[in-house]
């Protein structure tokens, strides 16, 4: 059974950070994402990891604050996320995919979602 378990969302003050795991079991993935969704919004992309070259991906309105990374040991996805702001206030979602160079800022591309994580960025 294809599992993904995200952990580490809370609150933080503007300026601070938060580090977001993503441990996927029953099977390897070719790619990684987080995505966001904040309150009567839309589902928007934030980063993403292909598995194998490590090739990373983010939204610009992340880039240089967030970091993903993965251990490939653990089959672990991390987000690190500096410098938060009030606007990255959201529900974030780990998702994997297993397609070959799937569409990575695409939530229909990936196959499979975790439960999702509150992040809370108070001002």
């Known amino acids: 059974q294809v599992q993904l378990v995200e952990s580490g969302g809370g609150l933080v003050q503007a300026g601070g950070s938060l580090r977001l795991s993503c441990a996927a079991s029953g099977r390897t993935f070719s790619t990684t994402g987080w995505f966001r969704q904040a309150p009567g919004k839309e589902r928007e992309f934030v980063a993403a990891i292909r598995w194998s070259s490590g090739t990373t991906y983010y939204a610009n309105s992340v880039k240089g604050r967030f970091t993903i990374s993965r251990d490939n040991a653990k089959n672990t996805v991390y987000l690190q996320m500096n410098s938060l702001k009030p606007e990255d206030a959201a529900a974030y979602f780990c998702?994997?995919?297993?397609?070959?160079?799937?569409?990575?800022?695409?939530?229909?591309?990936?196959?499979?979602w975790g439960q999702g994580t509150q992040v809370t960025v108070s001002s």
């Open positions: 998702a994997a995919g297993y397609g070959y160079r799937i569409q990575v800022d695409v939530p229909d591309a990936y196959d499979y």
